[in-house]
């Protein structure tokens, strides 16, 4: 059974940074997409960031040249680099993963940026 947990969410002032960590467990991740999508009070889940096998990331345009995506394939983690965070990017913060046509999400772990 494939589960995901994230780390690292927290309060943080506008211009500042975190980073956000998922571990992922139940099985080899090394060929899967892998990635971040997030979602703030009364708007849908949007995309943040995808990566498969440790090249080609993608971006949503609000998070491009702010944020990193990044994996590490040896441990079945992924992460998340937020910089220059801004309140817009206030929201709960879903690890995702695609496994043969189906999706799998985290719990979320909740970012809160002070204007």
């Known amino acids: 059974q494939v589960q995901l947990v994230e780390s690292g969410g927290g309060l943080v002032q506008a211009g500042g940074s975190l980073r956000l960590s998922c571990a992922a467990s139940?099985?080899?991740?090394?060929?899967?997409?892998m990635g971040w999508y997030r979602q703030a009070p009364g708007k849908e889940r949007g995309l943040v960031a995808t990566?498969?096998?440790?090249?080609?990331?993608r971006y949503g345009d609000s998070v491009q040249g702010r944020f990193t995506i990044s994996r590490d394939n040896a441990r079945s983690m992924v992460y998340l680099q937020m910089n220059s965070l801004k309140a817009d990017d206030t929201a709960v913060y879903y690890c995702?993963?695609?496994?043969?046509?189906?999706?799998?999400w985290g719990q979320g772990t909740q970012v809160t940026v002070s204007s």
């Open positions: 139940g099985r080899t991740f090394s060929s899967v997409p």
């Open positions: 990566i498969r096998s440790g090249r080609d990331p």
């Open positions: 995702w993963i695609r496994v043969e046509s189906q999706d799998y």
